[in-house]
């Protein structure tokens, strides 16, 4: 197949790779002419596991390539993927500016028929409007078809996420773009579900909206097994054997961030209130979830009573592990909170240094996660980046002045830590 994706963030460079790599031919748009020039060159504007190596074996394969030329990308593809940011207003709501400009720039250049698929995160009832401002624009007045084909990916196991899908859901408002869609997906062998674009656009806030709602939900129990003796991984692990719940999402911590959970949560309240409903159930979630931060911050004043002048050392600063990402992290979240309170920090994270330099004034970076811990009064684990694992206990216990550590994210064994010396207080247990 021939496809372009306009809209090369996380989820339209990892569509276009993913697409190039099963053997389509593809064209990435981007109307950043540096960020362009970056991918041209060789370069990788972002940090995604096993992604660099994928554009590169498929550029040089001649099956992907990058223009800031809306033109070219619509004349040269009979499918067409729009994957912009849809990014929250102040009221929750959701910001469709990209999707309205690139919508008109399609159909401006469209003189054959055109798929033209929205993968953005969009609130339901979108692809109707799509559909009207391309027929209002499209000089050419030529057939075209809009789907609604929602992305599923993680930050961190994007790649992993496309190329082995749950599920492909397909929202149509005729056949005829059904076997073209089947056949771009059908290197995948995924199950595919066809259905309306309504439900195929709900589906999606439907589905973070209910992950999101899985994590506030262990998170409450965690404060209940805190208050009861109990340990909030044995409870997850006897609820997630049940194969109608599963285990995964379920960790208790910090809470959720990050670029979609926070946001689609919002708008989905928000799309629920136009619709004509509140969904007081997802606000619960919201709040659950700033609870969580609260009283974690409230464990470590309740231990180190003043933090004014104590140093804490940071492990973690992107909002989860594997990626490079601090856009609504716990984790900065969690070191704005105790800079407020006058601690000085120092700071550790395995990709995501960079990104938090932006956001984070006046921390101590530090090189080596073994480092962290040099004359500190307690340690903190804000982010579940599995290499934690390894921390240099022993070593990280003699450095600080105090042997306490808070783990945001339940990464250690609570008698282990004890038996080494710690002072150790994680989340639920
Ligand atoms: C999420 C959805 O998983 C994905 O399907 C959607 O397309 C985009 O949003 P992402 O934001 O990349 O993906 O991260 P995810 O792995 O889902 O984690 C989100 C947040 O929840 C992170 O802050 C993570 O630390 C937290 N989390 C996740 C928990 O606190 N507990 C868990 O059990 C799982």
């Known amino acids: 197949m021939k496809l372009t994706i306009i809209g090369t963030g996380y989820v339209g460079l990892v569509t276009g790779t993913c697409f190039a790599e099963v053997g389509h031919q593809v064209i990435c748009v981007d109307k950043d002419a540096e960020k362009v020039k970056v991918l041209q060159s060789g370069g990788m504007p972002i940090y995604e596991p096993g992604l660099r190596e994928l554009v590169d074996k498929n550029v040089k394969a001649g099956r992907l390539s990058f223009t800031n030329s809306t033109a070219e990308g619509v004349a040269k593809s009979d499918v067409i993927f729009i994957a912009v940011p849809t990014p929250p207003m102040s009221d929750g709501s959701v910001d469709l500016s990209f999707m309205e400009g690139v919508s008109r720039e399609i159909a401006q250049n469209m003189t054959s028929y055109k ?18 401002t391309i027929k209002r624009y499209c000089k050419a007045k030529v057939d075209f078809d809009v789907v609604s084909n929602p992305e599923f990916l993680r930050e961190g196991f994007a790649v992993e996420d496309f190329m082995k899908p749950d599920r492909v859901v397909i929202g149509v408002r005729s056949q005829r773009p059904v076997a073209a869609m089947r056949s771009t997906y059908e290197p995948f062998n995924a199950p595919i579900i066809v259905t309306d674009i309504n439900s195929a656009e709900l589906i999606k806030h439907a589905a973070n909206s209910f992950l999101a709602l899985k994590i506030s939900y262990i998170n409450a129990i965690s404060v209940i097994c805190e208050a009861s003796g109990a340990n909030v991984q044995e409870v997850a692990n006897g609820m997630g054997m049940d194969t109608r719940i599963g285990r995964r999402f379920l960790d208790a911590g910090l809470g959720f961030g990050g670029s979609c959970f926070p946001k689609d949560l919002s708008a989905f309240i928000k799309i629920s209130e136009q619709l004509g409903y509140d969904f007081r159930l997802l606000k619960e979630v919201q709040q ?11 464990k470590i004043t309740d231990t180190l009573w003043v933090l004014k002048d104590k140093t804490i050392g940071v492990l973690g600063l992107a909002f989860k592990q594997n990626t490079d990402d601090v856009r609504l992290s716990p984790a900065i979240d969690l070191c704005l909170h105790l800079q407020k309170e006058g601690a000085k920090l120092r700071v550790y994270d395995p990709q995501a240094m960079g990104k938090a330099r932006a956001v984070l004034k006046d921390v101590t970076f530090v090189e080596d996660m073994n480092d962290v811990a040099e004359g500190c009064d307690a340690l903190v684990v804000a982010t579940e980046w599995p290499e934690f694992k390894n921390l240099d206990l022993e070593k990280a216990r003699r450095a600080l002045t105090h042997p306490i550590l808070f783990d945001g994210r339940n990464m250690f064994d609570v008698k282990e830590m004890e038996k080494i010396g710690f002072i150790y207080k994680s989340v639920g247990r």
């Open 288 to 298: 659950i979830n700033s609870s969580q931060m609260e009283r974690f911050v409230k």
């Open 115 to 132: 798929i033209v698929v929205d993968k953005s995160t969009v609130p339901v009832n979108t692809g109707d409007k799509v559909a009207e």
